[in-house]
């Protein structure tokens, strides 16, 4: 399986690990999976390559699957306005930011 597992801490720091990870998942041929389960903090710089990876996975005909998004990745994703690239309800996506 072709799976990209998302750390629990997914913030600029690891930016360059995770497009290495996104890299070598775009040159295999199974479809991509990436597991957002253990997130706890994620910032802007990691879904904006998650966003590109989307994008271009699905443009080669290979849309990856997002398995088991962690409330903070559903809470970030629609402060993001990306919850519809992901497949993510935008009621499911943490509610009101302001609350």
Same mark, same amino acid.
Do not use: H, M, Y
């Given at each position: 399986m072709n799976? @990209? *597992?998302?750390a629990e801490r997914q913030t600029i !720091?690891? *930016? /360059? !690990?995770?497009?290495e990870d996104i890299l070598a *998942?775009? $040159?295999?041929? !199974?479809? @991509? =999976?990436?597991?957002?389960? =253990?997130v706890g903090q994620i910032d802007t710089s990691a879904m904006q390559l998650l966003a590109v990876l989307w994008r271009s996975a699905a443009h080669c005909g290979n849309p990856p699957s997002l398995d088991g998004p962690s409330p903070e990745f559903r809470r970030v994703a629609g402060l993001l &306005?990306?919850? &519809?690239?992901? &497949? @993510? =309800? &935008? =009621? $499911? *996506? /943490?509610g009101n930011p302001c609350d």
């Open positions: 799976t @990209i *597992a998302l !720091e690891r *930016a /360059g !690990e995770l497009k *998942a775009l $040159d295999r041929p !199974e479809p @991509i =999976r990436v597991d957002a389960s =253990r &306005g990306l919850d &519809g690239l992901f &497949g @993510i =309800r &935008g =009621r $499911d *996506a /943490g």
